[in-house]
C-alpha cells in the first residue's frame, strides 16, 4: 500500500512539474507599479513587504491597522515601501485605502500591479467550544475582509494585467485536529481562488495561492496562546472530553513552532508568485508533521481520508 501510494505520489509531481508549465498562460511582469500586501505590520507580510522593495523596483504598499505600526515601517527606512492603514474587516477602511492607492497611481502615473492578500487571524479551539462570535470574526478576517478589498481592486488590476497572491495555509488543503474553523476560513480562501482564477482567465490577471506550512511568525506564537488561554477557561465537562487533545495539541503545537523555518521560506514563493512570468496557481511551504509542504500538498490529493486521520492521531 505504502510503495503504491508513493508511486502515485511521484507520477503526480512529474505531471506537475512536466505537463502544467505547457499549459500555464504567459503573464505580464511589471517592474514598476504598486503592490500592497495586507497585515504587513510583522511576520510574513512584513518580511515579504521588504523582501520585495529591496529586490525591485516595485514601490510596495505595507498595510497596516494601527498608527503606531507606520512608524515601524518608516524606521526601516526603505525607499520602495511605503506604509499605508487598512483594516480588511472595515469596509469604509478599504474604500479609504482603494482611495488612496488610486491618488498615489494618477500623481505618480504608475499602474496598480498587484494586490497580496496576506492579513489574516489564526486559531486552534474545538469545533464544539468556538464560539460564534469569534468564528465570525475569523471569517471577516481571513474571507469576507479579503473578499471586499479583491472586490475593490480588481478594476485596477485588469488595467495593468496585475497579478492577485493569496495567502492560505497548509491548513487550507488538510484540516489539522483543533484547527477546524480556522481550516474552514482557508478552505473558503482556496475555493474563491479557484473560481477567481477561472472567471479572470482571459483577462490576464494571474491568482496564486501561497500555503505555508509552519513559518515563524506572531500569528504562529499568538494560535499558540489562544490554545493554552482557551485550556484554562475551559468547565470541567470540556476539559473531562477535550482535555487529553487539548494538552497534546499543545504539546505539537510547541515541538511545531520550534522546527518551524523562518519566513524567508514563504517570501521565496511570494515573489516567484510576483515575478515568474508563468506562477504557479498554488505554492506549498516551510513544514508541517515534519514534512515539507509541498510533498504535503501532493499527498492530500491522492491518499484516503482515513490514513490522513491515522497520520493526525498518531505524529
Known sequence: MIKISAAIVLLAIAVNYLLIPLLTPQYLVHKEGYVLITGASTGIGN?????????TNLIVLAGVRKEKDIDIIKKLNIKNLQPIIIDVTSHESNLHAVSEIKSLMEENHLPFVALINNAGISRSIPVEFHSLEDVRLLFETNFF???DLTQLLLPLLRQ??????QISSIAGLVTPTMSGLYSSSKKALEALSDGLRREIYDQGISVSVVNPGYVKTPIFESGLKNSESA???YSADIKQVYGNLLKKRISKREKEFNGAVGPEHSSA???DALMNPKPLTRYACAYALGLPGWFIAHL????PDRFIDYLFAVL
Open 47 to 55: 518580511h515579504a513587504a521588504i523582501d520585495i522593495a529591496t529586490k
Open 145 to 147: 475582509g479579503l473578499l
Open 160 to 165: 495593468s494585467k496585475g497579478r492577485i497572491i
Open 231 to 233: 485550556m484554562e477557561s
Open 269 to 271: 514563493v511570494i515573489f
Open 300 to 303: 492530500v490529493r491522492l491518499v
